[in-house]
């Protein structure tokens, strides 16, 4: 079903007064499909990816995950929701330097009460998905930047989300790594069917995703939609 978000509103204490982060954002990003969010820095971008993630709460509007509205749960099951049905890739990929790329996963899992072997398995699964099996042995120093980044978008699929929100995956990547990362995430989305939210300042690489919307002083728009 996916993630919606209708009519948010967010505002931050300034001063005396008030600085409107988001104002009136309606989105919509149906599961199998890559809408991305473009706009310059501070329009509201990640303030968007709070509100989607729960981490967030705006002063009015509805954000509904997997057709549950979340306005009316409580911390505990917010975080429950968030746990079994999100993943964030963020911006940077901030992995353990002493743990190789399988156990990077796996300690995920293994949060969430997997058995080991379980969660071995499921480790193994999403390296191979993003072509990284033959690394599942190697620290973090022994991998390149876009190979880091893959292992940052396997971590956050380890509980099977049916969201994924993804941070400027590409900010820190030469032009060539960020086009392969946006496609592993395009393809990623296609086949298992995830809802994905990619904020991006980067608009070089977004011929293959579903949705564009443009985010501007907290006011947004929706720039093109290359599938029904």
């Known amino acids: 079903m996916g993630l919606q978000l209708a009519g948010i509103t967010l505002t931050y204490p300034d001063g005396d007064g008030s600085l409107t982060a988001l104002d009136d954002v309606s989105l919509e990003a149906p599961s199998g499909h890559v809408t991305a969010v473009v706009g310059p820095s501070g329009s509201?971008?990640?303030?968007?990816?709070?509100?989607?993630?729960?981490l967030i709460t705006p002063d009015s509007g509805r954000l509904v995950?997997?057709?549950?509205?979340?306005?009316g749960l409580d911390r505990h099951a917010r975080t429950a929701l968030r746990r079994s049905s999100i993943g964030i890739v963020f911006q940077q990929p901030n992995l353990l330097a002493s743990l190789t790329a399988a156990e990077q996963l796996q300690v995920m899992a293994h949060l969430d009460g997997t058995s080991p072997r379980a969660a071995t398995a499921r480790a193994a699964?999403?390296?191979?998905?993003?072509?990284?099996?033959?690394?599942?042995?190697?620290?973090?120093?022994?991998l390149s930047g876009g190979q880091q980044q893959r292992v940052n978008i396997a971590r956050a699929l380890m509980n099977e989300p049916s969201v994924l929100l993804?941070?400027?995956?590409?900010?820190?990547?030469?032009?060539?790594?960020?086009g392969a990362v946006i496609d592993l995430l395009t393809a990623i989305t296609h086949s298992r069917e995830t809802a994905t939210v990619l904020v991006t300042h980067d608009r070089s690489h977004l011929d293959g995703v579903d949705a564009v919307y443009e985010v501007v002083d907290g006011r947004i728009r929706e720039l093109s939609r290359a599938r029904p």
Request: aromatic letters at 0%; zero cysteines; a negative charge.
């Open 44 to 54: 509201g971008k990640s303030s968007l990816l709070a509100v989607a993630a729960m």
């Open 65 to 71: 995950i997997d057709g549950i509205e979340t306005s």
């Open 125 to 142: 699964e999403l390296l191979d998905a993003v072509d990284l099996v033959d690394k599942a042995g190697n620290l973090p120093g022994q």
């Open 166 to 178: 993804v941070d400027e995956p590409t900010s820190a990547l030469d032009r060539q790594r960020g």
